[in-house]
């Protein structure tokens, strides 16, 4: 079976592009209880862009602080439980941030149409009606959420997407100037996502050239802006990584992750590391599935005096280890692609406690 994949709706791309939101969230104020959410992240409360959120009469905007955890089922069923007692139902929502605040407007979205807590959404397809109008505004670039068809949450049981078509948003506004305030090391642990998604997507069965032809771009984009003449943090670079997490999150779509992504989930799930850096701190050590790329990554991380800590697995546990490789082997998809179809003859979970260890 070929993907049938739903792109985003409409796409607005430019320096300044901001802007513009008030003008294309009017027509849809029209929609249900005739109301906007907006949820922005806490970096931006007080700072400049905040005074430019449209927020009219009767909107809500929500400044929500997303270091304490990575977003969960609490918080988007919280979210949604409130504004439904209080304002009504939304016209739409907006998410203003990284991939976790994206991720949180594409969850809520969902959740104002659908019955019950987030949790039993948890999976693919499992969404019964489509949400309300969603629209993103990344901040930080790199996870490729502002593309994909999943908005990640953690639950009482699993760290798992609410996948569906519905999910991808209606509209997303790419404007490259809102990106040049990211913190240097969470740049690139962040912008590393995307190229991570690149590499991940060639190196497997299933790679093709609709996925090689925004993932070739976005590896080229990511030389320029970690390795090139110009390299590091600057306004042609933030427009290159704000379109290269657009493009390796596509390339990613038409293919799929590996080995890397597959051992960053037990690290998240298991220790609560945050996405980007613990991509990272696997990517390092990925040598005889990535080749030359890790060295690539290795020589990106000097350059820019990055913090990657290493020997982590000297202070886990043999439980820790081996429930971070449960984890990691409960996504067969992954070691299938990076693999192959017969991974299983191939692979097991002391292989994967071994990689563990090296970290
Ligand atoms: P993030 O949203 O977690 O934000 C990282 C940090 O950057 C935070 O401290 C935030 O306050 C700060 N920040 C945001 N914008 C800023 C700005 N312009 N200037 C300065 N600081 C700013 O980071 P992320 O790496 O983009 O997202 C990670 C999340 O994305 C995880 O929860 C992960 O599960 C999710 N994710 C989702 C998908 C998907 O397809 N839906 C894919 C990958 C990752
Ligand atoms: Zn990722």
Redesign the pocket.
Known sequence: MHKNFKNIEKVVYGRGSFAQLDEIIAPVRKENDGFFVFVV???FEGKPLASQVPVKEGDVIRFID??PK??TTDQVDELRDRVLAENGMPSGIVGI?????M?IAKATALMFKNEGSSPQYQGLNLIKQEGIYHLGVP??S????EC?M???LSGPEKKL?LKCEWTVFNQVILDPD??S???RN?WF??GM?TFIHCIESKCGINYNVYSQAYGDQAIKFCEDIFLGENSGQNPENDEKLMMASLFGGLSLTYSEVGACHSLSYGLSVVLGM???YANCICFNHLEEFYGDYVNDFKKMVAHHNIDLPQNLSKDWTEEQITAMAEVSINLPFMWRHAIGEDWESKWGIEDIKNLYRRL
């Open positions: 992240d806490s970096y997303i270091n990575e977003p941030g990284g991939g976790s605040i991720d901040t930080v790199g996870t490729g959420a994909s999943t908005a990640v997407g809102l990106i305030t990211v913190e969470q642990y962040t996502d945050k996405h980007g």
